[in-house]
């Protein structure tokens, strides 16, 4: 199921930016008032919104994308409806195609199942496992001497992680004041992990989970999740499902959010609040 989701994201993003370009094409030859209007809004919205979040990376979005949706609807409308013989039936399959991909994409593709085992749950102790940080292995033991917040992220290609990690990156001081240590967890090479970290103006730690191992100690792994062709860039195809959660001194979770939509993720001030309530200041 799950490389089938990583065929999707990749045909769906380029398929939109393909009918839209169809589309404008088409009514560069039509006349704006043709069945092609319907298309290039229904095809535009995945485009616009994948171009948005790509140039200006945000850490979370609306569950359910009520303006891409809107879009499709409206736009598949318009290419029933405009006058444009012969190739209204052209343009209202390619608009239903892109309402289609939207809502396969939002529905589907976005949302995770439950969390593969219960291994990572508030109150319970963090399992073993092992990251690696500047070619050195570290055991959980070593990791939860003090308290902590872990953010397993899928890499540097995902424009939603490396926001998240900018908003972390924001609330340094905050947590460093309560004298929290922040772990940034990713499958990805260090190379890539460094190179994100020098963009940080903070002095967070950026992990390596070699082969998800640790993703795969929580039930937080996903397997095949990365896009498909994002190999060719060196990127692992199993992906940790994006996931937050705070430990205590000693390793206790106080705090855990395993999102089942990959694109709504908990605001920052979540964290400081759960630290605050649990005394760690």
Not at 211 to 235: C, M, R, S, T, W
Request: net charge neutral; glycine share 10%.
């Amino acid at each position: 199921m799950n490389l089938l989701k990583s065929l999707f994201i990749t045909l769906y993003i380029f398929a939109g930016l393909g009918g839209l370009i169809t589309a404008l094409l088409m009514i560069s030859e039509q006349g704006l008032i043709s069945p092609w209007l319907g298309t290039a809004l229904a095809c535009a919205g995945p485009t616009v919104f994948f171009s948005h979040i790509m140039l200006m990376p945000r850490a979370r979005t609306s569950a359910n994308l009520n303006i891409v949706i809107a879009a499709g609807v409206i736009g598949t409308l318009l290419s029933l409806l405009l006058p444009g013989e012969p190739s209204v039936a052209a343009a209202a399959i390619a608009a239903a195609v892109g309402l289609f991909g939207s809502l396969v994409y939002v529905f589907w593709y976005s949302r995770f199942g439950a969390p593969g085992n219960a291994a990572l749950t508030e109150g319970g102790r963090l399992p073993e496992f092992t990251l690696v940080e500047h070619g050195k292995s570290f055991r959980t033991a070593e990791l939860t001497a003090k308290p902590a917040l872990w953010i397993f992220y899928r890499g540097n290609w995902c424009p939603l992680c490396v926001a998240q990690v900018r908003e972390i990156a924001a609330q340094y001081r905050e947590l460093a004041r309560r004298g929290v240590e922040v772990y940034l967890v990713s499958p990805q090479s260090e190379n890539a992990s460094q190179s994100l970290a020098k963009q940080m103006d903070a002095p967070m730690r950026f992990m390596t989970d070699v082969g998800n191992h640790a993703a795969e100690a929580l039930g937080i792994k996903v397997k095949d999740g990365l896009p498909a062709g994002f190999q060719a860039l060196g990127y692992p195809s199993d992906v940790p499902r994006p996931t937050v959660f705070i430990t205590g001194a000693g390793g206790q979770v106080i705090f855990c959010d395993m999102t089942d939509n990959y694109r709504v993720r908990p605001e920052p001030a979540t964290f400081l609040a759960v630290l605050d309530q649990h005394a760690i200041v």
